[in-house]
């Protein structure tokens, strides 16, 4: 598996599953633009790369915003020349909150960062990848794509809906020569987990036939395989890396 001469950027990069699947795009020889909110952080994942010889840039986007997206493609075109490979893996975990507990304001929050923000990327990376005749785009989405979870009701319905995305440009421009891939990840031990008490993580772990939470680097290893061009026959899936929890 190689992703040699391969340009990737990463949404969410500066910590948790984006940093990882930054690591590993790097690791399969694809130079990365890392982006984020946290441009500290984001700055930190650029050096984790460039001190083992791998070649990376950071550039601050807000995936909530077309503007930014459309700026971040832009800045991987002027620093690499193109753009093969796109993870769009930033997002936020709500409130727990029952469905008719939400208000406009939170919900808004939610989709606007885990939905739109992947609908505004898409549109940038695809433009960019029509010009240069394909890519892979790798949406990062859960396994509440797939089912649902009390006190999760805009994160479900946005994660769903990136599935649907993601389904909707295989069909679109799969003969365009660009795929599209949503990771299934379980709970994986991440900052977005790290209000949960003793009990809490019990509760999540016992969800997981394997006996354990995730791992960042267990999601960032699968969505490099599948940008590889030896996956080239998976389109339009939506792949669960998930300790077998939707087996159930
Ligand atoms: P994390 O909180 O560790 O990292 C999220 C990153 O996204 C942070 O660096 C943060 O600064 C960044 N971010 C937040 N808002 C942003 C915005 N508007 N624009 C750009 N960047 C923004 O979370 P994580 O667990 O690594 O989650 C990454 C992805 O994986 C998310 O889409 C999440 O929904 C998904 N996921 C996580 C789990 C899990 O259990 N950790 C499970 C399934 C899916």
Known sequence: MTLDGKVALVTGAATGIGR??????ASA????VVSDIDDTRGQETVDLITKTGGEAT??????SSAE???ALVAHAKQTFGKLDLACNNAGVGPAPLSLAEFDDDEWRRIIAINLDGVFYGMRAQ???MLETGGGVIVNIASILGQVAFPGAAPYVAAKHAVVGLTRQAALE????GIRTV?????FVETDILKNLDD???AGLVALHPVGRLGQPAEIGEVVAAVSADTWSFTNGAYIPVDGGYLSR
């Open 126 to 128: 695809i433009r960019a």
């Open 182 to 186: 949503a990771i299934g990840p379980g």
């Open 20 to 25: 990882a699947v930054t690591l590993a795009y």
């Open 58 to 63: 950071y550039f601050h986007c807000d995936t």
């Open 68 to 70: 930014q997206n459309d």
């Open 199 to 201: 009990e809490g993580r």
């Open 29 to 32: 020889g694809a130079k990365v």
């Open 173 to 176: 421009y799969a003969s365009a």
